[in-house]
């Protein structure tokens, strides 16, 4: 099956907007003892986003090889781990990265076994 | 699933602060992943793979048209809700932890999902999908045991 680029262009842009949601609910989740003004703008935009990287999925996974399409939509993890370092200064490990390589390897077969 | 209680008093953890990169300045709140924020995401992804059994149920039993389909539709509803909750949990979990560590967890979704479309849906199982759920599990494992050494 051929996969379309507009549906992987469609994940690529969800697993990155994804990701970016993730940050913002962290970062407002952070600041859940501040007042009202510094975490709801953070928290609603990472709800926001969180939906519109939905909707780019459906309509990404609509059409194509999911062979292709899953390992894209794990891409997201791959973002995270970056923002995570980059934004909170949290440390790479070991640990954290090949298990995450053991993540996108299953997410991969998943997708082989749902064709 | 770990009752909150048994999560909530268990000892605060001892976090990989010496693995920590030196430059770099650390929230003390969100430095350590508590065993409680990680029981929580582990909440989240049962509650994300019944989100999708429900959303793909509606799906496919649509009945009306357009908003009023959708609307009247409680398998759909159901999973919006499971959606919204499993925010709301997301969130309270990322107060105390990593979000490098948390969000990966969330993969456990696919396992769940993958287990239970046999179940609900007839979905057929293949040695593809036997072999994801083991690298999946097997990799959020990884990053949880890293997370408190």
């Not at chain 2, 699933?1 to 990989?16: G, H, K, N, R």
């Not at chain 2, 429900?54 to 799906?59: D, N």
């Not at chain 2, 083991?134 to 890293?146: E, T, Y």
Request: glycine share 10%.
């Amino acid at each position: 099956m051929i996969t379309p680029l507009s549906s992987m262009l469609l994940v690529f842009g969800a697993s990155i907007i994804g990701s970016l949601a993730a940050v913002l609910l962290k970062a407002g989740a952070d600041l859940l003892h501040d007042p009202w003004q510094r975490w709801a703008p953070r928290l609603g935009g990472g709800i926001a986003l969180f939906l519109a990287s939905s909707v780019l999925y459906v309509m990404g996974l609509r059409e194509g090889s999911l062979t292709v399409l899953y390992p894209m939509v794990s891409l997201g993890y791959v973002w995270t781990l970056v923002w995570s370092r980059l934004f909170f200064g949290e440390p790479f490990n070991r640990g954290k990265v090949a298990g995450l390589m053991l993540v996108l390897v299953g997410v991969f077969f998943i997708g082989l076994g749902n064709r | 699933m770990l009752e909150s209680d048994t999560i909530a008093s268990l000892p605060i953890p001892v976090a990989e602060a010496l693995e920590a990169a030196p430059e770099v300045q650390q929230d003390p709140l969100s430095r350590h992943t508590s065993l409680r924020s990680i029981g929580l995401v582990l909440l989240c992804t049962v509650i994300g793979a019944a989100a999708q059994i429900f959303l793909r149920y509606g799906a496919e039993h649509l009945t009306g048209a357009g908003i009023r389909g959708i609307l009247t539709n409680w398998p759909l509803l159901a999973g919006y809700v499971c959606l919204g909750i499993n925010t709301l949990l997301l969130i309270v979990a990322l107060r105390n932890g990593q979000l490098s560590v948390l969000y990966p967890i969330i993969a456990l979704t696919y396992v769940w999902v993958t287990i239970l479309s046999p179940i609900f849906f007839g979905d057929t199982v293949n040695i593809y999908k036997i072999a994801g759920v083991f690298f999946i599990v097997l990799g959020v494992s990884l990053i949880g045991a890293g997370s408190r050494s």
